[in-house]
């Protein structure tokens, strides 16, 4: 399965590649060449949903859980690093991650107040804020596609289902951005994508099966389907031969700035 996250401000973004279900590997894509640089792996999750990068796309924040040990928590890299260069423990996998209000003011979904743990800490130069804390994925992930274009028009109905998905979401939910929609059918599958989603184009084409779909600057359609992302009708680069490898990170990876 592979998502991505833009950066508002710069012509990069991150990948996450994720197979077997706990293992996930992070990718920086240049989108101008689109040039890929595979980066660390988590033996986890991540869940890339209550995730985001900075506008200039030099940090990430994430939200991971091995459940083992540390369990769960929240940090801040340098992509394609993952190596923390601040760290809240969270113990559970309510809230978590954060969103970027800008590059230097980090929004924690940690809850109302300060977290008392902390690993590492923030230069004079960042800002810490609180997002909130309920919620899994929404409502952190709606509120970042609200921000960067994309429009609810429609509720999804939850049921629940017997079959390949723990809910069913009938009629679907729906988000749209110039044209282009994300339909979400079903969360929950254990034993492969957690959500079902397909994009559409209006008047277009249909994309099934798609994790992830967004419009480019320059008006190119890119989308992830099957372990493999696109522009417009090319294959870029098909990352599911990719297998864990343990890798250091640089040491520009372990700096701020």
Not at 83 to 96: E, F, I, R, S
Not at 100 to 112: C, E, M, S
Request: proline letters at 7%; a positive charge.
């Amino acid at each position: 399965m592979l998502f991505v996250i833009r950066a508002r401000r710069a012509r990069t973004a991150v990948i996450f590649r994720r197979g077997p279900s706990k293992q996930v590997a992070l990718v920086r894509w240049h989108l101008d060449g689109d040039r890929f640089e595979v980066g660390q792996w988590l033996k986890g999750r991540i869940y890339e949903r209550r995730c985001d990068l900075s506008p200039d796309g030099e940090r990430l924040i994430y939200f991971a859980a091995t459940w083992k040990g540390l369990q769960s928590w929240t940090a801040v890299s340098r992509p394609p690093s993952l190596t923390a260069l601040v760290l809240w423990p969270k113990g559970d996998a309510w809230g978590g991650g954060g969103l970027f209000a800008d590059d230097r003011t980090i929004q924690l979904n940690h809850g109302p107040r300060a977290p008392e743990r902390v690993e590492g800490g923030l230069p004079r130069r960042m800002r810490l804020q609180p997002f909130g804390g309920g919620g899994e994925d929404w409502p952190i992930y709606g509120m970042r596609l609200a921000r960067d274009g994309w429009t609810l028009v429609q509720e999804g109905g939850v049921h629940k289902a017997g079959g390949e998905y723990e809910w069913e979401l009938d009629p679907p939910l729906i988000y749209e951005k110039r044209g282009l929609r994300m339909i979400v059918r079903g969360i929950g599958n254990t034993n492969g994508p957690w959500y079902a989603i397909d994009h559409e184009v209006a008047g277009a084409r249909t994309l099934p099966k798609t994790s992830w779909a967004d419009w480019d600057d320059n008006g190119d359609l890119l989308w992830a389907q099957d372990g493999t992302l696109y522009r417009n009708e090319r294959a870029l680069v098909d990352l599911k031969p990719l297998t864990f490898a343990a890798r250091e990170s640089p040491p520009s990876a372990r700096r701020w700035f």
